[in-house]
C-alpha cells in the first residue's frame, strides 16, 4: 500500500512542482530556450540520434538565447552534433540552389539571347545599334543563333549584313566579309558597319583605297568606300589617302547625285565625308557659288554648311563670294561665331583692290570687301568703315557697303547718329539710302519715328540734291507717297533757295542745278531733272501722246515713245 501511495503522489505532485520550479523560466524567452535546450537534450541521452536534435528553428533559437557556458555536458554533445549536421544539411541546400539558379540564369540568357538575334533578323537601322549592345551583353550565348541565322540568310543579303554585325560583337571573324560588302549597302547601315568595325587595318585600309580609286568601279561603290576611308584618316592629309582631283569631283558628283534622289540620306552623307571635307571644298564650293540658281547649288549651299559648320574661316570666305540670296542660310549657322573672324573680316575690308584687275575680278573683290564692311556693322564696329562710304572712282564696294548692311543686321541707330554728324554730302548720299535697306516691320516704334523725321527733314531743307533725290527714294520705300506729293506741291509753289542745288518747279519735278560755266562748251547754268518724266506730267503736255501701256501701266511710270523731237518741245513747255 505505500508503494501505492508514493506512485499516487510521483504523478500528481512531482509535475506541479516542476511547473513551479519552471515557472520563471516559462516567462521568459531565454528561459523558454533553456527549456526546450534541457528536453532536447533528456531525449537525445536516451537515443543520440539525429531526428531526436534539435530541428534548424530551435538551434537557431538556442544558439541565439542560451548561454553555452550554462549548458550540460549532454546538451554541449547534443548542439555540437546538430551543428555538424544542419551545417553539412544547410552546404547541401545551397549548393543545390545555386546549381538550379545557374541552369535557370543560363536558359534565360540563352532564351533572352534567342529573342533578340531573331529581333536582329527585322531591326530599323536607328534601332540596330540598341540591338548590337543587347548582344554584346548576351556574349557567347548569342553566338551559335548568330551562325545559324548567318548560314540561314540569302548571300549578300541585309539579314546576312545584320547578323556579321552581330557576330562581330562576340568575334573577330566577320571582318573580311563586312568591309567588301560594305560597298553595296544603303548608307544608313553603311554608316553603322563603319562605326561597328571601329580602326581598320592597314590591309583592309589598302583594300578600301584600292576600291576608291578603281575608276572602272561604279560611282555608288567608289562613295561608299570613300565614307569607309573618310573615318580612319583626318582630312585626306595621310599619304595613305591624299584624294586626287578626279576623286574629289567623283565624290561630290556622287554626293550630290545620291542627295537629290534620296534626301534623307544626306545626314549620313555629311557625317561620313566631314572628316575629309578639306578635300572636297574645291569642287563644292565651284557648285555653290554659281550665280544661278538650281537644285544643285542649293544642295552644295546646305551641304559646305553643315561639311565647314567647325571651321568658320572657311565658312566666312564662302559667305563673302555667296550671292546675296545665299546669306539668310549661311549665317543662321556662321553668324554666332562672327565675334571670333573679326579679325579676318578686318583684314578683308583694310586690303586695298588693285585697279589693274580684269572687270569681273574687281567686281568680286570689291564685292567681299563691301559685305565684309557690312558685317563689321552687326558686329557694331563700323568706325573704320566710314571712309568706304566716300565717293571714289570706282564705287563697286562703296554699293554693295549700302546694298547689305541692312540685309546683314546692321544697327539703324548708328546710321542715324552718324547722318547727323557727317558734312561730306557723298557720305550722306550713302548713309540716306542704306537706310533703305532696312526692312521697316523690324524696326522700332522710336527708331521709325527718328527715321521719318530725319527723312523728311532732308527732304525739305537739304542743300545737296544727291542727298535730297535719296531722302525721297527712302520715303517713297517707307510707303509716304501721299507725304511727299503734299510736300512737292508745296515746294513747287516755293521761290528757288539760293542755298540748295536744287528746286521743284511747276509740273513737281525736282532740278537739280548744274554750273557749267567754267566749260567753255557749255558756259552757262543749267538744270536736269533728277527722276524720269512720268505718263501723267507728259499727257499734261501731250494728252493724245501714245505710249506702251504694258511697260508703263501705271500714272508715275516713266513715259515712252518720246523723240528727240518732243522731248525738245516739252523741255520748252516747262
Known amino acids: 500500500d505505500g508503494v501505492a501511495y508514493y506512485q499516487l503522489t510521483h504523478d500528481y505532485l512531482v509535475p506541479a512542482i516542476e511547473r513551479w520550479i519552471s515557472r520563471r523560466q516559462h516567462e521568459t524567452r531565454r528561459g523558454r530556450a533553456e527549456l526546450r535546450l534541457s528536453e532536447y537534450a533528456s531525449t537525445w541521452s536516451v537515443k543520440p540520434k539525429r531526428k531526436f536534435e534539435p530541428s534548424w528553428i530551435d538551434w537557431v533559437t538556442i544558439r541565439l538565447l542560451s548561454s553555452p557556458d550554462r549548458w550540460s555536458a549532454t546538451e554541449r554533445r547534443m548542439m555540437r552534433s546538430a551543428t555538424r549536421n544542419h551545417l553539412v544539411r544547410s552546404v547541401g541546400i545551397l549548393a543545390t540552389l545555386m546549381i538550379l539558379s545557374m541552369v535557370g540564369w543560363g536558359i534565360w540568357k540563352r532564351s533572352r539571347a534567342v529573342a533578340t538575334v531573331q529581333q536582329l533578323q527585322t531591326v530599323r537601322t536607328g534601332e540596330l545599334s540598341e540591338v548590337l549592345h543587347q548582344i554584346r551583353d548576351h556574349g557567347s550565348y548569342a553566338t551559335p543563333e548568330l551562325k545559324q541565322s548567318f548560314a540561314a540568310a540569302e548571300p549578300n543579303s541585309r539579314e546576312q549584313t545584320l547578323n556579321q554585325l552581330g557576330l562581330l560583337q562576340t568575334e573577330e571573324g566577320p ?60 582630312d585626306g592629309d595621310s599619304p595613305e589617302f591624299a584624294l586626287s582631283d578626279e576623286e574629289s569631283e567623283m565624290i561630290v558628283t556622287e554626293m550630290l547625285r545620291h542627295a537629290t534622289i534620296s534626301p534623307h540620306d544626306n545626314s549620313h552623307l555629311i557625317s561620313g565625308f566631314r572628316p575629309i571635307s578639306d578635300a572636297l571644298k574645291v569642287p563644292l564650293l565651284t557648285r555653290a557659288l554659281e550665280r544661278n540658281d538650281s537644285p544643285i547649288r542649293s544642295l552644295s549651299t546646305a551641304f559646305t554648311i553643315q561639311l565647314f559648320r567647325d571651321k568658320p574661316s572657311v565658312l566666312l570666305d564662302f559667305f563673302l563670294d555667296a550671292s546675296f540670296d545665299q546669306h539668310p542660310t549661311i549665317l543662321s549657322t556662321l553668324g554666332i561665331k562672327l565675334p571670333n573672324l573679326s579679325d579676318q573680316i578686318r583684314k578683308t ?63 539703324f541707330s548708328v546710321l542715324l547718329s552718324r547722318f547727323a554728324r557727317e558734312t561730306d554730302p557723298a557720305v550722306r548720299r550713302a548713309l540716306m539710302l542704306t537706310m533703305g535697306g532696312f526692312d521697316w516691320s523690324e524696326l522700332s516704334k522710336t527708331a521709325q519715328s527718328e527715321g521719318l523725321l530725319l527723312a523728311k527733314d532732308t527732304f525739305r531743307n537739304e542743300p545737296d540734291v544727291g542727298t535730297h533725290s535719296a531722302a525721297q527714294w527712302l520715303l517713297m520705300q517707307w ?23 536744287w528746286f521743284i518747279n511747276g509740273e513737281g519735278q525736282t532740278m537739280a542745278i548744274l554750273d557749267g560755266r567754267q566749260d567753255p562748251e557749255i558756259g552757262r547754268v543749267f538744270a536736269i531733272g533728277t527722276g524720269e518724266v512720268t505718263v501723267e506730267q507728259f499727257q499734261r503736255f501731250d494728252p493724245e501722246h501714245e505710249y506702251h501701256e504694258e511697260r508703263s501701266p501705271t500714272p508715275d511710270c516713266p513715259v515712252g515713245l518720246v523723240d528727240w523731237i518732243r522731248a525738245a518741245r516739252y523741255c520748252g513747255w516747262l
Open 349 to 411: 575690308v583694310s586690303s586695298e583692290i588693285d585697279p589693274d584687275l580684269s572687270e569681273s575680278e574687281f567686281d568680286k573683290q570689291a564685292r567681299r570687301r563691301g559685305v565684309a564692311t557690312a558685317l563689321l556693322h552687326r558686329l557694331n564696329q563700323p568706325e573704320s568703315t566710314w571712309p568706304l562710304f566716300r565717293k571714289k572712282k570706282w564705287p563697286h564696294t562703296r554699293g554693295y557697303l549700302i546694298n547689305r548692311i541692312g540685309p546683314l543686321g546692321g544697327d
Open 175 to 234: 571582318r573580311e566579309w563586312l568591309i567588301p560588302q560594305s560597298l553595296d549597302l544603303d548608307l544608313p547601315l553603311l554608316t553603322m558597319v563603319r562605326d561597328q568595325l571601329g580602326t581598320l587595318s592597314q590591309k583592309e585600309l589598302e583594300w578600301l583605297t584600292e576600291a576608291l580609286r578603281d575608276q572602272g568601279q561604279s560611282a555608288e561603290r567608289r562613295l561608299r568606300a570613300a565614307i569607309m576611308l573618310s573615318g580612319q584618316v583626318a
Open 479 to 501: 510707303n509716304e507717297t501721299k507725304w511727299l506729293k503734299e510736300e512737292i506741291s508745296l515746294q513747287s509753289g516755293l521761290a528757288r533757295d539760293p542755298r540748295k542745288s
